[in-house]
């Protein structure tokens, strides 16, 4: 089933997978499952000079595309591996 079979109340649904990171969590992660040995070093958001406002939290919540019945999608870990193998395989590096 989809959201448009599910007589979904209009509005903003997050169908995210499942879990939480920070994007140093998301750049190891990525270069974890593509076997590259590189030094990732966290920086806070002050030392990331934007002009655009980020909020200091920002995850996005499934509550109310999981109220429609939806299952929690898979931890976003595999969805990383996953990706990174399908790229790689299409485009190997070696």
Do not use: M
Request: hydrophobic share 35%; proline share 7%; charged share 20%.
């Amino acid at each position: 089933a989809n959201l448009s079979e599910a007589n979904a109340p209009g509005g903003v649904y997050h169908a995210v997978n499942s879990g939480e990171a920070t994007w140093y969590d998301l750049a190891v992660e990525t270069l974890t499952a593509a076997r590259i040995s590189s030094r990732v070093v966290p920086i806070s958001s002050e030392e990331w000079l934007t002009k655009a406002q980020r909020p200091a939290y920002s995850v996005l919540a499934t509550e109310r595309y999981r109220s429609l019945g939806f299952p929690p999608l898979p931890d976003w870990r595999d969805a990383v591996r996953r990706f990174v193998e399908a790229r790689t395989s299409t485009y190997p590096c070696n």
